[in-house]
């Protein structure tokens, strides 16, 4: 009886091997965990030392529009306004979701519902083929075409939140349409049978059923797009300007927070006044990818079907 009691109470290599998987797992989801935190905790501590090492007020960075860190205001504090930046970022990726996001609809609808096997096989490829082109090209043909286009019919310069705009409506709309497909995908089928059934057209079943049932997935897809937008940096830059200034319109000159980041970290020295307000753009920039990533969570968990 001993060689079997023992054998019964010693672990078998299934058991061993599914011990060893399990702390494998884990250990990785500490890492990724550990990683992030990691990032959020370097970025903070360099973002804060603006306001509690430089003395930077925290409204002047929010609200004022003056963006010279090497110089100092008349109450003795460093001029890092930072609400040009923050208005072009978010002037770009708003305009560039509005223009982005009708054609994608569109886009998916004709997807999923009309088109063929071939149709919908073409406009695949042509989808990823969007995704797999590098921002720089991007940004050069924004350079060469958009820029001449909008200065030659709506004016000024050319370069500026327009011309951003229209670049990053290219860039987004890939991600945008992708996953506005998943979402209509999604809409079980009964949905749409029982439309029809009831002696709706087609039309009116995609309207009035398959975008409603979707609505949750497409605005998941619209704020994916909208985080895409708010952190392009290069095709951005390309043609927008930078200028630090208040955008006095879609065709002035101006500048995002990635683009004043990617110009002007290489030209500070760590822990300098301009380094820590760079990283303090840094930040905004990272809390802004958080509030993105909330935003997608609770309109998941409102859209259940």
């Not at 073409?122 to 969007?130: A, D, G, K, N, P």
Request: aromatic share 10%.
């Amino acid at each position: 009886m001993d060689p079997i009691k023992k054998k019964i109470q010693n672990k078998s290599k299934e058991t061993r091997q599914e011990l060893v998987g399990k702390i494998l797992s884990y250990s990785s989801i500490l890492l990724i965990v550990l990683v992030v935190l990691s990032i959020f905790v370097f970025v903070a501590s360099k973002g804060i030392a603006t306001f509690t090492q430089n003395n930077a007020s925290l409204k002047d960075f929010f609200f004022s529009t003056d963006w010279s860190p090497t110089a100092v205001g008349k109450d003795g504090r460093p001029l890092v306004g930072a609400l040009p930046m923050i208005t072009g970022s978010f002037g770009v990726t708003l305009l560039a979701v509005l223009f982005a996001t009708p054609f994608a609809i569109g886009t998916a609808l004709y997807m999923t519902e009309i088109a063929s096997k071939k149709g919908r096989n073409f406009l695949q490829i042509v989808t990823e083929l969007l995704v797999g082109i590098p921002s720089v090209v991007y940004g050069f043909i924004g350079l060469n075409v958009v820029v001449p286009f909008v200065r030659e019919h709506f004016g000024g310069s050319g370069y500026g939140i327009l011309s951003g705009a229209f670049v990053l409506f290219v860039m987004v709309l890939p991600t945008v349409t992708s996953l506005t497909v998943d979402s209509l995908r999604a809409v079980p089928s009964h949905y749409k049978s029982a439309s029809l059934a009831l002696g709706a057209t087609e039309w009116q079943t995609i309207y009035k059923v398959t975008l409603r049932a979707a609505l949750p997935g497409i605005l998941t897809a619209v704020i994916f797009g909208m985080a895409r937008a708010f952190g392009e940096a290069l095709a951005v830059q390309m043609v927008i300007g930078n200028a630090t200034l208040m955008p006095k319109g879609l065709l002035s000159a101006s500048s995002t927070l990635t683009s004043v980041l990617t110009m002007g970290i290489g030209n500070t020295v760590m822990g300098t006044v301009g380094n820590n307000a760079l990283w303090s753009l840094a930040l905004v920039l990272l809390v802004m990818s958080l509030i993105f990533n909330l935003l997608v969570k609770w309109i998941g968990r409102k859209g259940r079907f």
